[in-house]
């Protein structure tokens, strides 16, 4: 088994940087009249814009950590059995989100309870069953809140209601969702990897069967997915990680980049090219679809992507210059549920004030501004007043959205302005993790 290092400042700004635009393409979605580049493309399109690299992305860094996170679980000693239960626990705890966000899309308006409520109770009881408890809490406690957390987790499948009026239908699986998705391909390359002990020879090998799975799909060789792995496309992205995580530990074992930046260039152009070349006989490009083609350029690109962050954080040691997202890369699925908390909000708002619309960019920073305040009166000295300076101007721009919106109603919903409200929306949330994760209030599987 190669060594890989102990951690690597380049994946968690990576990953940083890859979360802020998640969160952005994901509240663009509801935003008109925005440039075409951006946004997706429709399933039926032979072409791929920005927001269909940003999953690609997520999943090649998540493999990217996987030798990182068990070899280091390794060499502190633990067993087969144990790192093998808690690979099972983290896939399961993804997959099991994935399951109740995706039927969430279906909620039907006739259940027990307005989707605003069922969704803030679901999104709580995701934190009271995982939150990072400390060791200081009595193991009674946090089994209690555990336990409540799953206790409200089963009452809110019992009381959940999908479909129409005419045809109700309670949870069942449509398709795993984002978590769930990474939570499979979790599962797979973790296996795989811990099975053959970070082999690298074996990883390439995983590799090349996942890869070959989605191009016989997409090429028509067989007409058949595989149980888990499917047509192989998460499988690939994410083992793509780890052979490259991996290859990485290799190149710098003598000590030096040197041989780092022409090898990753190569491999990352070559991959895009490939891309480019098995277009035609493999369905195209297409995020939805998750064609060979779309796997193969979205890893060139995360290769890239990656190369550049090594040279800029591990070699240059710029990692300030992210400072201000850093908890997207270190609390990153507390990070990716706090959207879920704050529209869940936003739906109760309407239910108490149903001439208001759902998603008011004066909410936002209405939220900002108290959450920026609360962290100022926890502060001292000169950080208390740059947080204290930081809430007044949070607070000018919340009057100044509520009287702007008041004559503009669509300003923060298209164009510029939906952008710019996209833009704000990835700060307050990092703003938002950032405060909890100082409270030890995060996420952790």
């Known amino acids: 088994m190669i060594a890989t290092p102990k951690r690597l400042l380049s994946i968690d700004v990576l990953r940083a940087v890859n979360m802020f635009f998640m969160i952005f393409v994901n509240d663009l979605s509801g935003v008109k009249h925005v440039p075409a580049w951006i946004d997706h493309v429709k399933g039926w399109e032979d072409n791929m814009h920005f927001a269909d690299t940003i999953f690609p992305l997520f999943l090649f860094i998540a493999g990217l950590s996987i030798p990182l996170?068990?070899?280091?679980?390794?060499?502190?000693?633990?067993?087969?059995?144990?790192?093998?239960?808690?690979?099972?626990?983290?896939?399961?705890?993804?997959?099991?989100?994935?399951?109740?966000?995706?039927?969430?899309?279906?909620?039907?308006?006739?259940?027990?309870?307005?989707?605003?409520?069922?969704?803030?109770?679901?999104?709580?009881?995701?934190?009271?069953?995982?939150?990072?408890?400390?060791?200081?809490?009595?193991?009674?406690?946090?089994?209690?809140?555990?336990?409540?957390?799953?206790?409200?987790?089963?009452?809110?499948?019992?009381?959940?209601?999908g479909g129409t009026p005419e045809h109700p239908k309670g949870l069942r699986h449509e398709w795993w969702g984002i978590l769930g998705i990474i939570g499979w391909a979790y599962l797979v390359c973790s296996a795989v990897y811990l099975v053959f002990k970070g082999n690298f020879t074996a990883m390439v090998v995983a590799l090349v069967i996942f890869v070959a799975i989605n191009l016989g799909v997409h090429g028509k060789w067989f007409d058949f997915d595989i149980p888990v792995v499917g047509d192989g496309n998460s499988d690939s992205l994410m083992m793509f990680g780890v052979v490259i995580s991996l290859l990485y530990a290799r190149l710098i074992s003598k000590g030096s980049y040197s041989s780092v930046w022409p090898s990753f260039a190569l491999i990352g152009a070559g991959l895009i090219a490939l891309g480019f070349i098995v277009r035609p006989y493999t369905d195209g490009i297409s995020k939805i679809r998750a064609t060979p083609a779309w796997v193969l350029i979205c890893t060139g690109i995360g290769v890239i992507l990656f190369e550049f962050f090594i040279w800029l954080i591990d070699v240059k040691g710029k990692q300030n210059w992210f400072k201000i997202i850093k908890p997207a890369g270190t609390s990153t699925l507390t990070c990716y549920l706090i959207p879920y908390l704050l529209v869940a909000i936003f739906y109760i708002k309407q239910i108490i004030c149903p001439d208001y619309s759902i998603y008011d960019s004066a909410d936002l920073f209405a939220i900002a501004f108290v959450f920026i305040l609360i962290t100022g009166f926890l502060e001292t000295g000169k950080t208390r007043n740059s947080y204290f300076i930081a809430a007044a101007i949070v607070g000018i721009l919340t009057i100044f959205s509520y009287i702007y919106s008041q004559s503009n109603p669509d300003f923060y919903n298209e164009g510029a302005g939906g952008m710019f409200r996209s833009f704000a929306t990835c700060f307050i949330v990092i703003f938002i993790t950032g405060f909890l994760e100082k409270r030890r209030l995060r996420l952790k599987i």
């Open 69 to 161: 996170a068990i070899d280091r679980r390794l060499s502190k000693g633990d067993s087969f059995g144990s790192i093998a239960i808690y690979i099972l626990l983290r896939s399961f705890a993804l997959i099991v989100m994935g399951f109740f966000h995706v039927n969430m899309e279906d909620y039907s308006r006739d259940a027990i309870l307005p989707l605003g409520v069922w969704e803030l109770l679901l999104t709580l009881s995701f934190f009271l069953i995982w939150l990072d408890y400390p060791d200081t809490l009595a193991k009674a406690k946090r089994y209690a809140l555990m336990g409540l957390g799953v206790a409200i987790l089963i009452t809110l499948a019992f009381l959940y209601k």
